[in-house]
């Protein structure tokens, strides 16, 4: 179902809590740059799937329907800008044991879409986050050191936010989206 704030919901409906954020999926042809990476991964690092890729803007934890409906509605209200980011430096992350495509929040656009995500969480019960924004794709996950990559810069023109429900699977964790926005376009050139 989609609304004239551009938002699309898919089900936030459900018993108990799921384990949501907040982020943005890559374009077409920066997804395909992504997942030509994958392969070269070495082991024992575990390369997410390529369906899977995106940029976190807000982990929000464990939260209801409720919770997600307060949070999606108050977001469709409210203008948030599209901004663009620079990916271009490879991290492995000890702590979590990622390997990431990691870079910087240049665009003040994207600083103040930050703040408004903080804002909204917190009034819908959502704990804030434990670290900074610090824009990044995750690529593997169970790296402990840094692989031999190729240089790589990805411009990320983020156009559309998405509420993710983080799901374990089987065959692994599965990102599903569960509601999205276009965001405003502000020209971002940062």
Same mark, same amino acid.
Do not use: I, M, Y
């Given at each position: 179902m989609k609304t004239? #704030?551009?938002?699309?919901?898919?089900?936030?409906? $459900?018993? =108990?809590?799921?384990?949501?954020?907040?982020?943005?999926?890559p374009d077409a042809a920066n997804a395909r740059l992504l997942a030509d990476i994958l392969p070269l991964i070495p082991t024992p690092a575990k390369p997410i799937a390529a369906a899977n890729l995106h940029l976190t803007l807000l982990f929000l934890g464990q939260g209801t329907a409720f919770q997600a409906r307060q949070l999606t509605d108050?977001?469709?209200?409210?203008?948030?800008?599209?901004? #663009?980011?620079?990916?271009?430096?490879?991290?492995? $992350?000890? =702590?979590?044991?990622?390997l990431c495509l990691a870079?910087?929040?240049v665009d003040?656009?994207?600083?103040?879409l930050y703040q408004q995500l903080l804002q909204v969480a917190s009034t819908n019960g959502f704990t804030p986050p434990q670290h900074d924004l610090k824009p990044h794709i995750t690529l593997a996950r169970h790296s402990k050191t840094m692989p031999e990559?190729?240089?790589l810069q990805i411009r990320l023109q983020a156009k559309t936010i998405v509420l993710f429900h983080s799901e374990s699977t089987p065959q692994g964790v599965c990102y599903r989206p569960l509601w999205q926005r276009d965001l405003d376009d502000t020209s971002?050139?940062?």
């Open positions: 004239e #704030s551009g938002a699309t919901t898919k089900n936030l409906d $459900w018993t =108990g809590e799921r384990r949501l954020f907040l982020g943005v999926r108050a977001l469709a209200a409210l203008p948030l800008p599209a901004f #663009s980011v620079l990916l271009d430096e490879w991290q492995v $992350w000890p =702590g979590p044991a990622v870079g910087d929040v003040l656009a994207l600083a103040e990559l190729p240089p971002s050139t940062n």
